[in-house]
């Protein structure tokens, strides 16, 4: 089966809320291997140990702290990383 994704997120700009859970890190790691830029947004980890810490994914991707429910931080976000896409 050909690889549906492999050409459709390269060099795109893709935000990611909840990086920094176990969900969200697997998504940005794939992401990233894909070849799209990637701002993840969230809380911080949740646990020590975890799965963000533990794959050095601020080392990869642009890693900003924040509270989806503060809206004009997020406003903040959109319009400085101008997303092509968002997974929330």
């Known amino acids: 089966m050909e690889n549906v994704f492999?050409?459709?997120y390269k060099e795109k700009k893709v935000l990611v809320t909840g990086h920094t859970g176990?969900?969200?890190?697997?998504l940005s790691i794939?992401?990233?291997?894909?070849?799209s830029e990637v701002l993840g947004f969230?809380?911080?980890?949740?646990?020590?140990?975890n799965h963000f810490s533990l794959c050095h994914l601020s080392d990869?991707?642009?890693?900003?702290v924040g509270d989806i429910r503060d809206?004009?931080?997020?406003?903040e976000v959109f319009a400085s990383f101008k997303p092509d896409v968002v997974f929330i």
């Open 30 to 35: 794939w992401l990233n291997e894909l070849g």
């Open 60 to 64: 990869r991707i642009q890693h900003v």
């Open 22 to 26: 176990f969900k969200g890190s697997w």
């Open 71 to 75: 809206f004009k931080h997020v406003c």
């Open 42 to 49: 969230s809380l911080n980890p949740p646990t020590e140990p």
């Open 6 to 8: 492999k050409d459709f």
